[in-house]
């Protein structure tokens, strides 16, 4: 229990460490999922969009969700967001500082995933050969309209006997994937300019403002933390307090029983100095109740 309780405390204590190696691990998962998923486009055309948009984005987005509910500053910041004025007024600035950190850091694994599916290309083939123009390809010359998009629809399909022998299928294929590996890079790069801008265009701002806003967010992420462990401390003297009275009766026989019972008498002035002589339920209620709606001031 001891090494699991460092652990913890390890975790809480670099937890901006901790999501960047998180926010590291799913994007790697997600490059892994996308090489062990056995892509297979139906080639039909009212199918074959769906399929192949459904693949680049919907994947992202659980990926986005996981990486917000991951992220332990939501929760605060949500909770900062909405809570009541109180004694504390609420600091826009530390709540879009809170909220950005949690977007760059959601959105690495979702951006890998679209970056890699594009630059694969299998997909956006799917999900547009039957949207090319059958003008530029010669072999769909001869071919009804009808036939025309049931051939386009079918240029993913490698082992399909329609498209074996016809020789468009390689050039439609060649076309829509050059076409993805041109939007794949052209968003890495884009991604990688705007990384650069933001490095180097920070210094240009208000500094101290930053550091403001940043320090802010780790109080109100450390305020909590330390709320969390001071109600389970008392919830766990509360609960020995209330036990102990319980079981006033039958002192004798736990003892007997080998039942340690000592922290009743030598540390009952030092819980009764946690407790601050709040043994009551609603004492508890109206004592989480102040802290909910009237924050100290900072």
């Given at each position: 229990?001891?090494r699991f309780?460092?652990?913890f405390?390890?975790?809480?204590s670099?937890?901006e460490?901790?999501?960047?190696?998180?926010?590291?691990?799913?994007?790697?998962?997600?490059?892994?999922?996308?090489?062990?998923?056995?892509?297979?486009?139906?080639?039909l055309?009212?199918y074959?969009?769906?399929?192949g948009?459904?693949?680049?984005?919907?994947?992202?987005i659980?990926?986005f969700l996981c990486?917000?509910?991951l992220?332990?500053?939501?929760l605060v910041?949500?909770e900062e967001?909405?809570?009541?004025?109180?004694h504390?007024?609420k600091?826009?600035?530390?709540i879009r500082?809170?909220?950005?950190?949690?977007?760059?850091?959601?959105?690495v694994?979702?951006?890998?995933?679209?970056?890699?599916?594009?630059?694969?290309g299998?997909?956006?083939?799917c999900?547009f050969?039957?949207?090319?123009?059958?003008?530029k390809f010669?072999?769909?010359?001869?071919?009804?309209?009808v036939?025309?998009?049931?051939l386009?629809?079918?240029?993913?399909?490698?082992?399909?006997?329609?498209?074996?022998?016809?020789?468009?299928r390689?050039?439609v294929s060649?076309?829509?994937?050059?076409?993805s590996?041109?939007?794949?890079w052209?968003?890495?790069l884009i991604?990688?300019?705007?990384a650069?801008l933001?490095?180097?265009?920070?210094?240009?701002?208000?500094?101290a403002?930053?550091?403001?806003?940043r320090h802010w967010?780790n109080?109100?992420?450390i305020?909590q933390?330390i709320f969390?462990?001071?109600?389970c401390e008392?919830?766990r003297?509360?609960?020995?307090k209330?036990?102990?009275?319980?079981f006033?009766s039958?002192r004798?026989e736990?003892?007997?029983h080998?039942?340690?019972?000592?922290?009743?008498?030598?540390?009952a002035?030092?819980?009764?100095y946690?407790?601050?002589?709040?043994?009551d339920?609603?004492q508890v209620?109206?004592?989480?109740?102040m802290?909910?709606y009237?924050?100290p001031?900072?």
């Amino acid at each position: 229990m001891d090494r699991f309780r460092m652990i913890f405390q390890y975790f809480q204590s670099n937890s901006e460490s901790v999501m960047n190696g998180i926010c590291g691990l799913l994007a790697l998962a997600s490059v892994k999922m996308y090489t062990c998923f056995d892509f297979s486009c139906p080639c039909l055309p009212r199918y074959n969009m769906a399929y192949g948009l459904g693949i680049i984005f919907v994947p992202p987005i659980a990926l986005f969700l996981c990486g917000l509910i991951l992220n332990r500053q939501s929760l605060v910041m949500l909770e900062e967001w909405r809570r009541p004025q109180g004694h504390r007024k609420k600091n826009l600035a530390v709540i879009r500082y809170m909220c950005s950190s949690i977007m760059q850091r959601a959105m690495v694994a979702p951006v890998v995933w679209i970056v890699v599916t594009l630059l694969d290309g299998k997909c956006l083939i799917c999900a547009f050969s039957s949207s090319v123009d059958p003008e530029k390809f010669v072999g769909f010359a001869n071919a009804s309209p009808v036939q025309v998009q049931q051939l386009l629809a079918k240029v993913p399909c490698k082992d399909d006997e329609l498209m074996r022998n016809n020789t468009s299928r390689k050039a439609v294929s060649r076309y829509l994937r050059c076409w993805s590996q041109a939007l794949g890079w052209s968003i890495l790069l884009i991604l990688i300019v705007a990384a650069f801008l933001a490095r180097w265009l920070r210094p240009c701002f208000n500094q101290a403002t930053l550091l403001q806003a940043r320090h802010w967010s780790n109080y109100i992420d450390i305020e909590q933390k330390i709320f969390e462990e001071t109600c389970c401390e008392h919830s766990r003297l509360f609960a020995h307090k209330c036990i102990l009275h319980f079981f006033e009766s039958m002192r004798q026989e736990i003892k007997l029983h080998s039942f340690s019972l000592s922290r009743e008498g030598e540390g009952a002035e030092g819980e009764e100095y946690l407790l601050r002589c709040i043994t009551d339920q609603d004492q508890v209620n109206k004592l989480l109740k102040m802290w909910y709606y009237e924050k100290p001031p900072l």
